[in-house]
């Protein structure tokens, strides 16, 4: 079965960083694009950045330059790394795959950027 399996989030100050991982599984994690979406506060949910199997990336104009998307084969295991956060950065972060016609997600973890 899919499983994506997320660590990371937390509270930051502004301007802090943070670092969220995602770990696949029931998947081949090499041949699948992989993404992290957040669903701010009253909003939907969004495309963060996505990394493709070739290690294209995506990201949205408002974290380009900030938030990295990475992608480690050997341990399934999918990052997002998160500079100069700001406070509209706050949001629940998940974890995206596709396969067979259908989304797969983690549960999400809070990202709060605080002061």
């Known amino acids: 079965q899919v499983q994506l399996v997320e660590s990371g989030g937390g509270l930051v100050q502004p301007g802090g960083s943070l670092r969220l991982s995602c770990a696949a599984s029931g998947i081949i994690f090499s041949a699948n694009a992989m993404g992290w979406y957040r669903q701010l506060p009253g909003k939907q949910r969004d495309m963060v950045a996505v990394?493709?199997?070739?290690?294209?990336?995506i990201y949205v104009d408002s974290v380009k330059g900030r938030f990295t998307i990475s992608r480690d084969n050997a341990k399934n295991t999918v990052y997002l790394q998160m500079n100069g956060l700001k406070p509209e950065d706050t949001a629940v972060y998940y974890c995206n795959t596709y396969r067979a016609n259908r989304d797969y997600w983690g549960q999400g973890t809070q990202v709060t950027v605080s002061s």
């Open positions: 990394i493709t199997s070739n290690g294209l990336t």
